[in-house]
């Protein structure tokens, strides 16, 4: 048992837990370093003075010391889960007790008092609590940018910052501190830089000096995860190897379903889990090159592959790992759930299923997945209920990459609408967007942050602290705020954020997409179409007023665009719970125009606190402005769409206004982004020519120009 202490002229706090659980000892440092930061004095004492009880006492696993007897009592832990804590007031509430049933718990109820303090300055004024998590996993999904799934400039300028311990330990403190309990590593191919095949040693490239500097990246990584909490997996794609393995033993890179690849493999498999004792478990993805292109696999033989490999591989292993198994184009779920049961796995497997595809910051309903090419869902991966896995939620984030995004009511509805029997867990986290170096910001004084999760820190914020409890109220955020940026800032500033974040969610709930590079919201982009359709335009991204014309919705109570006009000419009565183009535009301006308020009545106070207040209000403005170019972007391709079908000229001309107006809400983007934001290498538009190989808003201008003429040369055809 471990006790700090701190003395000053009011009062003496100290604190007893038991430093041998890491976590722990992890937060205790933090909440030590917060009473720091407000001028205390630190001292560590060797024991807790027998006299006196301390002021902070952590009792975790029902372990209540005697001296507590009289105020704790085993009845106390009764209804406390794995990682949630309860925090009480006792001995006329001069001390508090944290109780958790195992060092996560304990671990999280330090970090409340610390946050307690940095909002309070002190422990006076804490209050008991009982909170228990809403889903055991809120797992962090991290591309990783060596042996990259996407390969590209976007990719490639984490290399150096992914390699740096520094970056890690920034990034894991953001996890704990959110309540983000699992962070999960993509590539294609993770063993050359993990471990030196006993069978296949040329399968990787590294010499041994290097593959001793990798390893010892990875233990320390792993090592400081396990310190926060925090669960760790490495996800392989599936039948993949290295250039240099196809060297030295023959074969294909992708897709080879040789004896030999399947016993490398295997071999990596069981090699990976017995030289990394802290890593918390592996998982595998059924998509890509299990034969896909142009010869899919069955359902059967791609589970039969995974038996052979990553099954048979952590069988072998000397201890056992947590399993991650993806729905990714599983197919028929039968055979999944037969691999899963033979597996005979310690825990539970966790079965990874893509809400909404890659576009889950859209509408909170489930209306596609990725179990198919199709889209279709499939209720037979949760129905009958599974007994030896649980269903995790990916929401994908493809739609912002750039701007902070903020809006905790969509969070709340997604977990109220999506709370299942068969649900443990979620995941966040992009594909093409990968949070270490900020390379899309212009050096500037407004910079305060260095990496690029720091930047979206609210986005982080509001994911893990209300997976981990959706009853965090907003005034949780609004302090977040206010502590960043001053006394006062905090509802406004989080309104702000909210209403603006309506938009890329709005547009993604409109504009159906589903892979990666079918949509990207922030900058109004499809460079991908979601379906095959003849007159995809390939010459820009840019979802043209062409586009949006014809273009079905995700959310189901949605009308698109051709719908509703064909249902106003044939004057058909549209239901209340129906949204029609023209009253999802009218939300979009309302909400926009109500956070420029905000914005205004804000940005007069940025010089009070810090100059970074006023890059997160000029990143509500572009989204504001976003939301209004969408707002009449939609009545432009109400009245063009009429225009096609009755050849009204009023129409026409209404359209030409409009997208008018379009062009100078766009000029507002510009205005917010051009000084702030260098041209970005995007990962989905690389196929493009090379006016669209970086984004910025700016160069999309001609293209939103274009609009104006595509209506004003608009043809009726009867």
Same mark, same amino acid.
């Given at each position: 048992m471990l006790a700090i202490g701190r003395c000053d002229a009011f009062a003496q706090i100290t604190l007893a837990y038991d430093s041998s659980l890491q976590p722990v000892h992890y937060a205790a440092g933090k909440l030590s370093d917060a009473l720091a930061r407000k001028g205390r004095g630190i001292k560590i004492l060797s024991e807790v003075n027998p006299g006196k009880l301390p002021s902070v006492w952590v009792i975790n696993k029902g372990n209540i010391p005697r001296r507590l007897r009289k105020w704790v009592s085993a009845k106390d832990f009764e209804g406390l889960q794995p990682e949630g804590y309860a925090i009480q007031r006792i001995g006329d509430k001069r001390s508090i007790v944290i109780l958790s049933k195992d060092a996560i718990g304990a671990e999280y109820g330090l970090l409340d008092l610390t946050e307690h303090v940095e909002l309070h300055g002190g422990l006076d004024k804490v209050e008991a609590k009982r909170i228990n998590p809403k889903f055991e996993y809120r797992i962090v999904k991290f591309n990783l940018p060596w042996s990259p799934y996407r390969v590209s400039k976007a990719t490639e300028v984490h290399l150096q910052t992914c390699r740096d311990l520094k970056f890690w330990e920034k990034f894991l403190d953001m996890m704990a501190e959110n309540r983000l309990n699992a962070l999960s590593l993509w590539n294609n191919h993770p063993f050359p830089y993990m471990i030196r095949s006993q069978s296949f040693p040329l399968a990787s490239g590294l010499s041994d000096a290097e593959m001793k500097e990798w390893q010892g990246f990875w233990k320390q990584l792993f090592s400081m995860a396990k310190q926060r909490g925090i669960q760790t997996y490495i996800i392989n794609w599936n039948v993949v190897v290295s250039p240099e393995f196809v060297k030295a033993y023959g074969g294909k890179e992708y897709s080879d379903l040789s004896d030999q690849v399947k016993k490398y493999t295997k071999e990596s498999v069981t090699q990976l889990i017995d030289e990394y004792e802290d890593l918390t478990g592996i998982g595998v993805t059924l998509a890509d090159w299990m034969g896909n292109f142009p010869d899919k696999l069955t359902p059967q033989q791609r589970e039969d592959w995974i038996d052979d490999t990553f099954v048979a591989g952590m069988k072998a292993a000397r201890r056992p790992v947590k399993f991650i198994h993806r729905s990714v184009l599983a197919g028929d779920p039968?055979?999944?759930?037969?691999?899963?049961?033979?597996?005979?796995l310690k825990d539970p497997a966790l079965v990874e299923i893509k809400f909404n595809w890659s576009h889950g910051h859209s509408t909170p309903k489930l209306s596609i997945s990725h179990d198919y090419h199709s889209g279709k869902i499939d209720e037979r991966f949760w129905s009958p209920k599974p007994k030896d896995y649980n269903i995790q939620?990916?929401?994908? &984030?493809?739609? $912002?990459?750039?701007?902070?995004?903020?809006? #905790?009511?969509?969070?709340?509805?997604?977990?109220?609408?999506?709370?299942?029997?068969?649900? &443990?867990?979620? $995941?966040?986290?992009?594909?093409?967007?990968? #949070?270490?170096?900020?390379y899309s910001q212009k050096p500037s004084p407004e910079k305060t942050w260095q990496y690029a999760f720091e930047k979206q820190w609210l986005f982080y914020k509001l994911w893990g602290k209300l997976l981990y409890n959706p009853s965090t109220s907003d005034k949780e955020f609004e302090n977040a705020f206010e502590l960043k940026y001053g006394s006062g800032v905090g509802k406004p500033m989080l309104e702000a954020t909210r209403l603006a974040g309506n938009m890329p969610l709005r547009l993604a709930s409109f504009y159906r997409s589903t892979w990666d590079y079918t949509l990207y919201s922030e900058g109004f982009i499809e460079a991908e179409p979601a379906e095959a359709k003849g007159n995809f335009d390939r010459s820009n991204p840019l979802i043209s007023i062409t586009d949006l014309l014809d273009h079905p919705t995700l959310d189901p109570a949605m009308l698109s665009i051709a719908d509703y006009v064909d249902s106003a000419l044939m004057k058909k009565v549209v239901g209340e719970d129906v949204i029609t183009p023209l009253a999802l535009a009218d939300s979009s301006e309302h909400d926009s125009r109500r956070a420029l308020e905000l914005v205004d009545g804000l940005m007069p106070r940025s010089g009070a606190a810090t100059s970074a207040i006023k890059s997160e209000l000029e990143d509500v403005a572009v989204w504001a402005h976003l939301g209004l170019y969408f707002a009449d972007k939609l009545r432009a391709g109400v009245a063009l769409k009429t225009f096609y079908r009755t050849g009204d000229a009023q129409q026409k001309q209404q359209a030409v206004i409009l997208l008018q107006?379009?062009?100078?809400?766009?000029?507002?983007?510009?205005?917010?982004?051009?000084?702030?934001?260098?041209?970005?290498?995007?990962?989905?538009?690389?196929?493009y020519g090379p006016e669209f190989q970086v984004f910025h808003w700016e160069l999309m201008r001609p293209q939103v120009e274009k609009d104006i003429a595509i209506a004003d040369h608009a043809v009726f055809k009867p």
């Open positions: 039968v055979a999944m759930r037969e691999l899963i049961s033979k597996a005979d939620w990916m929401v994908r &984030n493809e739609d $912002f990459f750039i701007l902070r995004w903020g809006q #905790p009511d969509f969070i709340r509805q997604h977990i109220a609408f999506n709370s299942k029997d068969y649900v &443990n867990g979620y $995941f966040i986290g992009s594909e093409g967007y990968i #949070p270490a170096a900020d107006k379009c062009l100078n809400h766009w000029d507002q983007v510009i205005r917010f982004t051009k000084d702030r934001y260098l041209p970005t290498p995007h990962v989905m538009t690389q196929n």
